[in-house]
């Protein structure tokens, strides 16, 4: 039977091996959890998530990291160096030294200065300033061309779409765009002459609103037809029709072109001015099988299997992170609460906590 040991030390970390002996310890995979000490609990949580991605978590067990960094002409690349030590040290190292966040801490300060201090702040903008950095320092572009006004208004969507994202990867192509980015598609509809036209834009996460229900359960699939739904442009928002050359009426809607390896998808508890409310809805979201595909453009694979969650209990003005993370080695569940890391039962990984959801594609999971 397995021994959980938790190794409290006066240090800046703690680290938790899952195997049967310490002295004879060949496991490779290890469950560690950073201290609050040096990182605040929205930082440890959402670190936690992205250390059981498990593609992410390969690219720097592998040190694949190191040729694109090598690839590139950027003099700072300290960001992906320190996380990539980050997860190797949480994921093989069998002593028991703790694990120093200290320097990735530092990185992500110098990359992002609103994270100096130890304030507490939001764990869905601490992980966009993350992976917008590390994408940054291992980007394989390394001279991004000359911005040209090409027209693709002449051909079908689904070609159009597929030349608006091979302009994207022209500046944007990296490990990181590989597994997170997604593409979303746009379409306005005059409401007087009917024209349509379409924009395309790259996602790194879905923001989505909490439906409200009178009465009965909210679904994770309630808000996604929220955030997809048929909006309306009247008034001061009408927008001008490329046609009519005059403001009209239009309707706008949102659908998934290309759908990402991992989506992320954030559900939106806090109000726009962050620190007014809270929304405490328990929404309902399924482990495995997200069938996302009503919501697709074209007729794509877009099955998810969740792997980790963010959760956010308390209020705006005293709450805590903690991660659910599933061991994508042993697919076992597991809590991280600052110092503390327990194993859980896949029944509790849902709570009205849950803020910030980490699915992978279904053709890339492990189950």
């Not at 397995?2 to 703690?14: C, E």
């Not at 930082?43 to 960094?69: G, P, V």
């Not at 209990?313 to 992170?321: K, L, R």
């Given at each position: 039977?397995?021994?959980?040991?938790?190794?409290?030390?006066?240090?800046?970390?703690?680290?938790?091996?899952?195997?049967?002996?310490?002295?004879?310890?060949?496991?490779?995979?290890?469950?560690?959890?950073?201290?609050?000490?040096?990182?605040?609990?929205?930082?440890?949580?959402?670190?936690?998530?992205?250390?059981?991605?498990?593609?992410?978590?390969?690219?720097?067990?592998?040190?694949?990291?190191?040729?694109?960094?090598?690839?590139n002409s950027r003099t700072?690349?300290?960001?992906?160096?320190?996380?990539?030590?980050?997860?190797?040290?949480?994921?093989?190292?069998?002593?028991?030294?703790?694990?120093?966040?200290?320097?990735?801490?530092?990185?992500?300060?110098?990359?992002?200065?609103?994270?100096?201090?130890?304030?507490?702040?939001?764990?869905?903008?601490?992980?966009?300033?993350?992976?917008?950095?590390?994408?940054?320092?291992?980007?394989?572009?390394?001279?991004?061309?000359?911005?040209?006004?090409?027209?693709?208004?002449?051909?079908?969507?689904?070609?159009?779409?597929?030349?608006?994202?091979?302009?994207?990867?022209?500046?944007?192509?990296?490990?990181?765009?590989?597994?997170?980015?997604?593409?979303?598609?746009?379409?306005?509809?005059?409401?007087?002459?009917?024209?349509?036209?379409?924009?395309?834009?790259?996602?790194?996460?879905?923001?989505?609103?909490?439906?409200?229900?009178?009465?009965?359960?909210?679904?994770?699939?309630?808000?996604?037809?929220?955030?997809?739904?048929?909006?309306?442009?009247?008034?001061?928002?009408?927008?001008?029709?490329?046609?009519?050359?005059?403001?009209?009426?239009?309707?706008?809607?949102?659908?998934?072109?290309?759908?990402?390896?991992?989506?992320?998808?954030?559900?939106?508890?806090?109000?726009?001015?962050?620190?007014?409310?809270?929304?405490?809805?328990?929404?309902?979201?399924?482990?495995?099988?997200?069938?996302?595909?009503?919501?697709?453009?074209?007729?794509?694979?877009?099955v998810y299997n969740l792997?980790?969650?963010?959760?956010?209990?308390?209020?705006?003005?005293?709450?805590?992170?903690?991660?659910?993370?599933?061991?994508?080695?042993?697919?076992?569940?597991?809590?991280?609460?600052?110092?503390?890391?327990?194993?859980?039962?896949?029944?509790?990984?849902?709570?009205?906590?849950?803020?910030?959801?980490?699915?992978?594609?279904?053709?890339?999971?492990?189950?």
């Open positions: 039977m397995r021994t959980l040991y938790t190794l409290i030390m006066h240090s800046l970390a703690i680290q938790v091996c899952i195997c049967d002996s310490r002295s004879s310890c060949e496991c490779r995979y290890f469950i560690s959890v950073v201290w609050v000490v040096v990182l605040q609990c929205f930082m440890n949580s959402i670190l936690q998530c992205l250390s059981n991605t498990h593609s992410l978590r390969d690219y720097c067990l592998h040190n694949s990291h190191r040729r694109d960094l090598n690839n700072n690349t300290a960001l992906m160096e320190e996380f990539a030590k980050l997860i190797q040290t949480m994921w093989t190292s069998c002593s028991s030294e703790a694990i120093s966040p200290s320097e990735f801490k530092t990185q992500i300060q110098r990359y992002a200065p609103r994270f100096v201090g130890y304030n507490q702040q939001d764990a869905q903008e601490f992980l966009r300033f993350l992976l917008d950095g590390l994408h940054n320092e291992v980007n394989r572009v390394t001279v991004r061309p000359r911005g040209t006004v090409e027209d693709f208004d002449h051909l079908p969507d689904e070609e159009k779409g597929k030349k608006m994202w091979s302009k994207y990867l022209e500046r944007e192509d990296s490990k990181i765009v590989d597994l997170f980015v997604g593409q979303l598609k746009s379409t306005l509809t005059c409401s007087h002459c009917g024209f349509c036209s379409t924009v395309f834009d790259p996602f790194w996460d879905l923001s989505l609103p909490i439906a409200k229900k009178g009465y009965g359960e909210v679904s994770l699939m309630d808000c996604m037809r929220l955030f997809t739904k048929e909006d309306v442009l009247d008034g001061d928002e009408k927008p001008t029709c490329y046609r009519c050359k005059a403001r009209r009426r239009c309707t706008k809607k949102f659908t998934i072109q290309k759908f990402p390896k991992i989506l992320v998808l954030h559900l939106k508890r806090f109000s726009e001015a962050r620190r007014t409310s809270k929304l405490s809805t328990f929404v309902n979201f399924p482990m495995k099988d997200l069938d996302l595909r009503e919501f697709a453009s074209e007729n794509f694979n877009a792997y980790a969650v963010s959760n956010h209990s308390g209020t705006t003005m005293g709450g805590h992170y903690t991660a659910y993370c599933r061991n994508p080695n042993s697919g076992e569940w597991y809590t991280f609460n600052d110092s503390r890391v327990t194993p859980m039962s896949s029944s509790q990984v849902r709570s009205s906590d849950a803020y910030v959801l980490f699915y992978e594609l279904a053709s890339s999971s492990r189950m």
